[in-house]
């Protein structure tokens, strides 16, 4: 990947955090795949629902390419582990589980900070939905 400078000076407070926030997330990104998954995370039938048809779209999101073989592969391995029935944990080293806070809560943060028009109630109830999903996902995540 090809980073551009930044000077610290020019840039507010938010765009700090930001930037900040975005190493962190590409630090755990390299470290994937390689540390023992010790970390179980329980789900039930409906959390593995949602899991699984969120990895499909966090996986259209991110362009797999040789640097992040290991994301791809991390994953399969969730959405093997959501789509099976008898499967009732998730275990996750202690990289991956820090990127799936990260990814979910990133998440929560842009859905609550969307503004709809007073017409777009449906568009609002389902975003609302989504977020108590995300809600529930995160709470299983930190337990």
């Known amino acids: ?16 955090r930001n930037m900040s926030s975005m190493m962190g997330m590409m630090n755990n990104i390299q470290k994937i795949g390689k540390g023992k998954r010790k970390y179980s995370v329980k789900l039930d039938k409906s959390i593995k629902k949602f899991l699984s048809k969120f990895i499909d779209e966090v996986k259209k999101q991110f362009t797999l390419n040789s640097q992040t073989e290991n994301l791809g592969a991390f994953f399969d391995y969730v959405k093997m582990v959501a789509d099976d029935k008898n499967k009732m944990e998730l275990k996750l080293s ?50």
């Open 1 to 16: 990947m090809k980073f551009q400078k930044a000077n610290p000076n020019n840039m507010n407070p938010m765009e700090m």
């Open 94 to 143: 202690f990289e991956e589980l820090d990127f799936m806070k990260r990814m979910v809560s990133d998440s929560i943060k842009g859905m609550e900070g969307m503004n709809f028009k007073w017409y777009q109630f449906v568009k609002k109830s389902m975003v609302k939905v989504m977020i108590k999903q995300y809600k529930e996902l995160l709470t299983r995540i930190n337990a």
